[in-house]
């Protein structure tokens, strides 16, 4: 990570990480229930094998290291506090960075970007992701993933007067901005991919087990994460 000290919103991140960051020891149990998740299964189809792989925003590692496992090589990215965690779990290739600078890495280094529930944490999501197709060879892949803001769920939250914004005492730093499929395909086209693919994931984890049922029956009306596969152009 750069010598400069980290901005206050980072700052908050990391402060959240230091009391949230999860035992370094690896669960078994718990990586089987990461992999089963439908956001997990829909990056690994995705991604395949034989790839060179940035995961940026990796957090515990869990999802690198199923990647990793897949058959690829995965180069992890987050802040300290996670890239520790992250190596001690996974014995993961990870290098501690502030995501809002600049990507430590030469151009066309990687196959394969994985942006997963991180970008909407970004400020400047348009530069971050021209980064992405900077270090991204010729014809290699970006996957997002990022909250649908017109799930049911929000709108439900609309309703009664909240937001999924109202969510940011915890770090300062979290939900910045609102994507709709349509918005997400414009900006990842505006920083010069081609969209290829889209899937609505139900949600991770809900204290409500009736919505993860809806949303897997129903994703397009009730889908609250939406993953973008996207292409940069071979020219």
Not at 133 to 156: A, D, Q
Not at 212 to 232: K, S
Request: glycine share 8%; charged share 25%; hydrophobic share 40%.
């Amino acid at each position: 990570m750069a010598d400069k000290p980290l901005p206050p919103r980072v700052s908050g991140v990391q402060r959240h990480y230091r009391l949230n960051a999860p035992h370094p020891g690896a669960d078994s149990d718990a990586v089987e229930r990461i992999r089963a998740l439908p956001i997990t299964r829909i990056i690994l189809d995705w991604v395949g094998e034989g790839r060179r792989v940035l995961d940026l925003g990796c957090h515990d590692g869990d999802i690198s290291a199923l990647v990793r496992d897949a058959g690829n090589e995965v180069v992890g990215v987050d802040l300290p506090e996670m890239v520790e965690v992250a190596q001690r779990r996974h014995g993961l290739e990870a290098v501690a960075h502030d995501l809002n600078r600049p990507l430590p890495f030469p151009d066309g280094d990687f196959d394969t970007v994985v942006a997963a529930s991180i970008l909407d944490d970004i400020p400047d999501d348009l530069t971050f992701l021209e980064e992405c197709r900077r270090v991204l060879t010729k014809g290699g892949e970006l996957i997002v993933v990022v909250p649908n803001e017109v799930s049911l769920y929000r709108r439900f939250q609309s309703l009664l007067g909240g937001s999924s914004r109202d969510y940011t005492a915890t770090t300062g730093y979290h939900t910045l901005h609102c994507y709709t499929l349509r918005g997400i395909r414009t900006l990842v086209n505006t920083a010069g991919f081609e969209v290829v693919e889209h899937a609505k994931c139900p949600k991770r984890y809900s204290r409500i087990p009736l919505r993860y049922h809806l949303e897997r029956l129903l994703p397009a009306t009730f889908a609250t994460d939406l993953a973008i596969r996207a292409v940069r152009p071979d020219r």
